[in-house]
């Protein structure tokens, strides 16, 4: 059975601390492994779409990685407006365009 | 502006009191899916729709239907709520071709009492 599993739950920060989330998968043939930011009372936003191992993608503080096996979401000096929780998804080859996402990653991160 | 929008915000219903929760969209996606978010267990798939008339099941349909009359509207339809549907209700849509990410809409929080 696919699974897409994320740690840790939740990951309190003070600001300018820098930190790695992860996101592990199984799945048979990885069509892309995409990374959402969700804010309290809001549906989740796009940050990233990884296709193959080694990929790297950046978009200010936040820089995802991609391994056969899992991705991990760094965030380098963290601010407050940062806090939410990130969700990682994968959409496997031969499955159309559905996704399975993991339960997410909570971060708060502290002034 | 392109979005995804969803109705009701917040719905307390009770029990076996049929509802619909509608979904539309405006930028002329083809795929569109209905997701339950529950703590601990992330965004669960409910139905997806490829293109008008074209739906199928996801990972938990049960106690729910969905219909494509149009291509932006996807309305979810709890016929009998229980409380186990009390959850936060998320719909999306994408263009439609594999790679291609998801928009949200802000979500409908189902409560059924």
Known sequence: EDQVTQSPEALRLQEGESSSLNCSYTVSGLRGLFWYRQDPGKGPEFLFTLYSAGEEKEKERLKATLTKKESFLHITAPKPEDSATYLCAVQEA?????????????????? | E????????????????????TCSQNMNHEYMSWY??????????????????VTDKGDVPE????????????????????????????????????NEKLFFGSGTQLSVL
């Open chain 1, 94 to 111: 031969d499955y159309g365009q559905n996704f399975v996402f993991g339960p997410g990653t909570r971060l708060s991160v502290l002034p």
């Open chain 2, 63 to 98: 106690g729910y239907k969905v219909s494509r009359k149009e291509k932006r509207n996807f309305p979810l339809i709890l016929e009998s709520p229980s409380p186990n549907q009390t959850s936060l209700y998320f719909c999306a849509s994408s263009p439609g071709h594999t």
């Open chain 2, 2 to 21: 392109a979005q995804v929008t969803q109705n009701p915000r917040y719905l307390i219903t009770v029990t076996g009191k049929k509802l619909t929760v």
């Open chain 2, 36 to 53: 339950r978010q529950d703590p601990g267990l992330g965004l669960r798939q409910i139905y997806y729709s490829m293109n008008v008339e």
